[in-house]
């Protein structure tokens, strides 16, 4: 009998191609993601040195972080992001992949994409030059961001060199309040890890409050374990994931499928499997979060107050919190309920999905944006798009003073642009709230999709559980 | 990639706290389809003024680290978006050597990638370098991958670790994907297998 696992554990030994004296493996990749930003290089290498794309039907591209969110049908204006986006065209031609390419229905940001199609499955691993893949072990894959060489490795051999990850388990119990999201509980771990917390490990969620989770939820929260620090997020597959999955354009069909689920059966971690370090976490008691500082773990409540550098002693912290309320102009001990906005952005591989831009309708329903706030929603891709105007919800966005968007990465990291202005303040769902990442001086605050409408429409931040 | 052996040069301190890559290197400058000439954008908001004059005070402006060759830097270094611009930035730059009590595991990846070693070292050991580095262009640090030793500007010496793999690799400038090749073999004999076990996968 073979000794207890985790789903990491799993996933990870039926992928080992080779293994080294020291423990290096060579990990087999089942599907590779690629996008605008990351590949030209890799392209490039795989050009100069003569060698090819091994497994072309394991590669998806799409372009996403430059394409423009309005008027896309006039094409790109700016001369880098199209000579960008045109190279990634002309690469996947090259070199036999699929391309979605921007005016397809199916395209959008890479994450959203790929579960759509049913590209993304569980028990694979699946990698992208890019650091939110983690959002696709919401759906049991092993899924992580690579650097550039990597997607060059990858392209041409179909593997990767890999330590093996720690294992670690969070435990969310409890119900969640209302109005209390996925996005409070990843933002509530990562305010209680830290944005290294996660460094060497692959996390693993599980509890009541996961399990109840839809599976757009589920892709919340492993979007962002990345911003713990982690290598991977992942959540075991159960009855709402293969619904999920079924009947998608590349989801495997008739006894392939039967296959498969009884395959992802198998995957759960092992009873009494071994985790080098347990977090745990009460959902019941959760109240919605908004980040005060250029950290993702920079969390409080909505009820708080702005923190004081005065009450920390260790001078390191004390200067990165001053640091930050500096770039974020804001004032000590300020209730966060007074702080005012300037824009929203709703969308983004975190929360750019057809439940969140349905949870953001409903609550502006018959309101109107405060007359200082440019709020913008962009859907995650264009079946979440079509799927919200088909429920009008595109209507009451619009109603309501909201601007409706083409689907793309946006002002997430405002490469295209869409980007806040030297000291703008952001209500954004998106994942970062670094220096400068929504535009240079733009000030970041994370929050779930819910609170990023509630402050567009009050002008300032409030409590979405008193928002009548 | 250059062989990597051992560099003796000025150490720059930045002690700052989760130094992300987009401080590191801002999108703007991820519009590039080149791997080349990113140095000059390398920390570019804290860096330059909007007008694209040099901020003084930052450190990499001033004369005596304007050719640091290490790093050395507050904790989670290199958190953020994989983006593999950032060690492209910095190794256009000159840096060689970051020292650092921990990294970002992508960043961590792609430095080794393209000849830069990361070390991580204990608090009091990083202190001690970061005074040293504060002392400027009198005070160079010699870091040797071969003994896997830092030695200081006053003689001590700190031992530290990397991946015996990782290692060869930076010593010998191998290409990843050359070697992977090798074992081609492996990976048909995996793909074989696969395709009866999972054909779906
Ligand atoms: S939406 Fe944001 S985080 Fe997601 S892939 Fe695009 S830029 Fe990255």
Request: include cysteine; charge should be negative; hydrophobic fraction near 40%.
């Amino acid at each position: 009998m073979t000794a207890p696992r985790t789903i990491y554990d799993k996933i990870w030994d039926a992928h080992v191609v080779d293994q080294q004296e020291d423990g290096t493996c060579l990990l087999y990749i089942d599907r590779h993601l690629v996008h605008e930003v990351t590949s030209p290089q890799a392209f490039e290498g795989l050009r100069m040195s003569g060698r090819t794309v091994r497994a072309p039907k394991r590669t998806l591209c799409v372009a996403d972080h430059n394409v423009p969110t309005e008027g896309r049908a006039r094409g790109i204006e700016n001369p880098e992001s199209r000579l960008q986006v045109e190279t990634l065209e002309a690469n996947a031609k090259e070199f036999g992949v699929e391309y979605l390419e921007m005016l397809d229905i199916r395209q959008g940001v890479v994450h959203i994409v790929g579960p759509e199609q049913g590209f993304t499955l569980p028990g694979t691993t699946i990698v992208c030059g890019d650091s939110h893949t983690s959002t696709h072990g919401a759906f049991g894959s092993l899924a992580h961001g690579i650097g550039t060489s990597e997607v060059e490795h990858v392209l041409s051999t179909q593997t990767l060199i890999q330590s093996k990850a720690k294992n670690m388990l969070i435990q969310v119990d409890g119900e969640l309040p209302d109005h209390v999201t996925a996005k409070d509980i990843i933002l509530a771990i990562i305010g209680k890890i830290g944005t290294a917390g996660g460094t060497g490990y692959v996390m693993e969620y599980a509890g009541e409050a996961i399990r109840s989770l839809s599976i757009e939820g589920r892709m919340t929260v492993c979007n962002m374990s990345i911003e713990g620090g982690a290598r991977a997020g992942l959540i075991a597959p159960d009855e709402k994931t293969f619904e999920y999955f079924k009947g998608r354009p590349r989801s495997p069909k008739g006894a392939d499928w039967d296959k498969a689920v009884a395959y992802w059966r198998t995957l759960p971690s092992d009873e009494g499997a071994h985790y080098d370090k347990i977090i745990k976490l009460d959902a019941s008691d959760l109240p919605p979060l908004v980040t005060w500082g250029t950290s993702p773990e920079n969390v409080i409540s909505i009820e708080g107050n702005v923190p004081d550098p005065k009450d920390i002693t260790d001078a390191a912290k004390k200067a990165a919190v001053e640091r930050s309320l500096a770039y974020m102009g804001l004032e000590a001990n300020t209730p966060m309920t007074e702080i005012k906005i300037d824009r929203a952005f709703i969308g983004s591989c975190t929360n750019g999905r057809i439940e969140d831009i349905r949870e953001v309708a409903k609550l502006v329903k018959g309101r109107k944006v405060s007359d200082h706030v440019s709020a913008m929603v962009v859907p995650g891709s264009g079946l979440v798009k079509a799927q919200a105007e088909e429920e009008g919800l595109d209507k009451i966005l619009i109603e309501a003073g909201f601007d409706w968007r083409e689907p793309g990465c946006s002002m997430c990291l405002a490469m295209n642009d869409d980007k806040l202005k030297d000291g703008e303040r952001c209500a954004s769902t998106s994942n970062r709230n670094f220096e400068g990442r929504q535009g240079r001086g733009g000030r970041t605050h994370l929050v779930s999709p819910e609170m990023a409408a509630a402050a567009a429409i009050a002008g300032h931040f409030v409590d979405v559980r008193d928002f009548d | 990639m250059d062989k990597f052996e051992k560099v003796d040069g000025v150490a720059a301190p930045l002690p700052i706290l989760n130094i992300d890559t987009d401080m590191i290197i801002p999108k703007q400058f991820l519009k590039t389809i080149k791997r080349t000439g990113l140095g000059v954008n390398l920390f570019d908001e804290m860096r330059y003024t909007k007008d694209g004059a040099e901020i003084p005070e930052f450190v990499l402006n001033q004369p005596a680290y304007r050719n640091a060759q290490i790093l050395v830097a507050g904790d989670n270094f290199g958190c953020g978006s994989s983006r593999e611009h950032a060690p492209w930035a910095l190794a256009d730059f000159g840096i060689k050597v970051i020292i650092s009590t921990s990294f970002a595991d992508i960043f961590y990846n792609n430095c080794f990638k393209n000849g830069i070693l990361p070390i991580a070292l204990p608090q009091a050991d990083v202190d001690k370098l970061m005074e040293d580095a504060e002392r400027g262009a009198n005070a160079t640090v010699s870091v040797d991958l071969v003994s896997q030793e830092i030695h200081g500007p006053d003689g001590g010496v700190i031992k530290f670790e990397v991946d015996a793999f990782r290692k060869h690799c930076l010593l010998e400038g191998l290409d990843d994907v050359g070697l992977t090749l090798q074992k081609e073999a492996s990976i048909n004999a995996f793909e074989e297998k696969l395709a009866v076990s999972q054909p779906w996968a």
